[in-house]
T-cell receptor, first 114, second 109 residues
Framework: DGGITQSPKYLFRKEGQNVTLSCEQN?????MYWYRQDPGQGLRLIYY???????QKGDIAEGYSVSREKKESFPLTVTSAQKNPTAFYLC?????????????FGPGTRLTVL | GQNIDQPTEMTATEGAIVQINCTYQ??????LFWYQQHAGEAPTFLSY??LDGLEEKGRFSSFLSRSKGYSYLLLKELQMKDSASYLC??????????WGAGTKLIIKP
């Protein structure tokens, strides 16, 4: 079955530690996205990638980093520089970048920093 | 600035009809999306409107008025499984989605 997988579902980390969230898709989509979702707020774009080996900052990129070495994979690292990392993180993909496309979402990772 | 407004929460009765409104102010407009999100799960696509008017898809319909910066999602014959958050998102001139905070819909028997 085609889709987007994110792992793990729940993640706990101590303050000051970097953590990497996994996102894999087998939909052959060009574009991939990382969003953060907090209670009472809309999804906010962290980073997006339109093609392999290229990515752009979204609205809230500070304290995060990404890589896009393969079309299928777009991991997100939450660094110790992110001041408030506890949130629900959603990865998404769409068929073509730079056009009108529905975005398909993974199941999300809930990160809690203790 | 860019802004999407939706009611925070709505309550409706099983079998009834509910209308969830969304108003927007964005830099350019390349269409409006509605997504459904059950608690703790991924958003799933419901509808896309780019032209004025009503799009019907089974029990769900979505309406758009570009001149008023307004859309609504209409849910008919409500079922308990429709209890979820409904997210409105506008695609701006850069083809990025700007998201509303979502409307939590509570269905009562």
């Amino acid at each position: 079955d085609g889709g987007i997988t994110q792992s793990p579902k729940y993640l706990f980390r101590k303050e000051g530690q970097n953590v990497t969230l996994s996102c894999e898709q087998n939909l052959n989509h060009d574009a991939m996205y990382w969003y953060r979702q907090d209670p009472g707020q809309g999804l906010r774009l962290i980073y997006y990638s339109q093609i392999v080996n290229d990515f752009q900052k979204g609205d809230i990129a500070e304290g995060y980093s990404v890589s896009r070495e393969k079309k299928e994979s777009f991991p997100l690292t939450v660094t110790s520089a992110q001041k408030n990392p506890t949130a629900f993180y959603l990865c998404a993909s769409s068929p073509i970048s730079g056009g009108v496309n529905e975005q398909f979402f993974g199941p999300g990772t809930r990160l809690t920093v203790l | 600035g860019q802004n999407i407004d939706q009611p925070t929460e709505m309550t409706a009765t099983e079998g009834a009809i509910v209308q969830i409104n969304c108003t927007y102010q964005t830099s350019g407009f390349n269409g409006l999306f509605w997504y459904q999100q059950h608690a703790g799960e991924a958003p799933t696509f419901l509808s896309y409107n780019v032209l004025d008017g009503l799009e019907e898809k089974g029990r769900f319909s979505s309406f758009l008025s570009r001149s008023k910066g307004y859309s609504y999602l209409l849910l008919k014959e409500l079922q308990m499984k429709d209890s979820a958050s409904y997210l409105c998102a506008v695609m701006d001139s850069n083809y990025q989605l700007i998201w509303g905070a979502g409307t939590k819909l509570i269905i009562k028997p």
